[in-house]
């Protein structure tokens, strides 16, 4: 796995950042491709949405049980989103607002500055949406997470 | 990145296999982790949805420019799902059914038998879902996904 790309945010530490893109709405970020990838970008602005997946390159290690921002007990990893992940791959949905160069402009960055980009794909409902969800512990946090920062829990140490 | 599991499917080539999950609706599999990582899976019974993230394996290199399934012209690889990428990683969004032993028992599986899994992720609508979606030239093959099988196009030279 090499990086295809940097993603660029305001966000230049994980302290004070939100933990997900529905509590960073609004905040703008690019996505730099490589030279040699920006010919696959072609037709990607007919997408209003995008899947970024990334590498949490600040986070290192993973330990299976961890507390995570919304909970004050220990959750399984795999029912967080933690990012100390035994293959630390992050994952945020961002809006597209233009192309140019190369370089997409988006919104609803919730992603560290100079974050290495792994892969893009779109956002496409029909694939990824789905109704009707259960989700477990997070339930009891109701709507907390749009108002939740990162604190410095999982920075490499 | 290593393998943290397998997934089974009933697929064991990607000839005929449903190309998105909402086209395997019902189809039934496994998600089997490796031993020393199954402490990982406390509290995921509380989800009823699961993203997956795995590697392509069966496909190998990549073009920047691709005829996806669900069209008859190239698209830039970046604008599409297709399996051939720079860093082969694939998504599905699965429902689970049961946990069993550190076994997950999922449905909606388009996902290929033996397939290496890098992570599980629980799927949270307020994170992962999003309305009012433009999906570009997807747009005109409508609902086509559903009935779309896979073929050879993408199987590893």
């Known amino acids: 796995?090499?990086?295809?790309g940097f993603i660029r945010s305001p966000f230049s530490n994980l302290e004070g950042m939100p933990i997900q893109p529905t509590g960073a709405a609004g905040v703008q970020g690019r996505v730099e491709l490589l030279p040699e990838y920006r010919a696959g970008l072609k037709d990607i602005e007919g997408f209003s949405h995008l899947i970024l997946l990334y590498l949490f390159h600040r986070s290192s290690g993973f330990q299976l049980d961890v507390v995570p921002f919304l909970d004050n007990q220990p959750r399984g990893l795999f029912a967080t989103r933690a990012p100390r992940r035994p293959n630390p791959i992050g994952l945020s949905i961002v809006r597209l607002?233009?192309?140019?160069?190369?370089?997409?402009h988006v919104q609803d960055v919730d992603i560290l500055d100079g974050t290495p980009l792994l892969d893009i794909k779109p956002y496409v409902p029909v694939f990824d949406r789905r109704d009707q969800v259960r989700t477990g512990w997070l339930e009891q946090s109701g709507n907390a997470v749009a108002a939740q920062k990162s604190d410095s829990r999982f920075v490499a140490a």
Chains 1, 2 share one sequence.
């Open 97 to 104: 607002d233009s192309v140019e160069n190369g370089i997409l």
């Open 1 to 4: 796995m090499n990086p295809i």
